[in-house]
Nanobody, 115 residues
Framework: QVQVVESGGGLVQSGGSLRISCAVS????????WAWYRQVPGDERREVAT?????TTNVSDSLKGRFTLSRDGNTVHLQMNMMKPEDTANYFC???????????WGQGTQVTVSS
């Protein structure tokens, strides 16, 4: 079983920065891919950024230059800078263990950017 826990969400002013984290624990050999998604009420969950175990990262084109990823062991951090009110969303982490057909979701962490 794999547990995924997001943390670090909160309220930030427009133009500010916030770092959210995704910690993974449980029974697995290694993690192949971490992905951050975000979702606002009434909309689908949208991919924000991904990072693989090899360190390959990808950030949504619309967020490049403001959002960056880093990894520390089985924990992945999403650094968000120059934040905008439209970044307000519930941010979810999705993890896929190596060799697994399944991926696992966390419960999400709410990020609110005030104007």
């Amino acid at each position: 079983q794999v547990q995924v826990v997001e943390s670090g969400g909160g309220l930030v002013q427009s133009g500010g920065s916030l770092r959210i984290s995704c910690a993974v624990s449980g029974s697995f050999g290694s993690i192949y891919r971490w992905a951050w998604y975000r979702q606002v009420p009434g909309d689908e969950r949208r991919e924000v950024a991904t990072i693989t175990s090899l360190g390959t990262t990808n950030v949504s084109d619309s967020l490049k230059g403001r959002f960056t990823l880093s990894r520390d062991g089985n924990t992945v951090h999403l650094q968000m800078n120059m934040m905008k009110p439209e970044d307000t969303a519930n941010y979810f982490c999705n993890v896929r263990p190596a060799g697994s057909a399944y991926s696992y979701w966390g419960q999400g962490t709410q990020v609110t950017v005030s104007s």
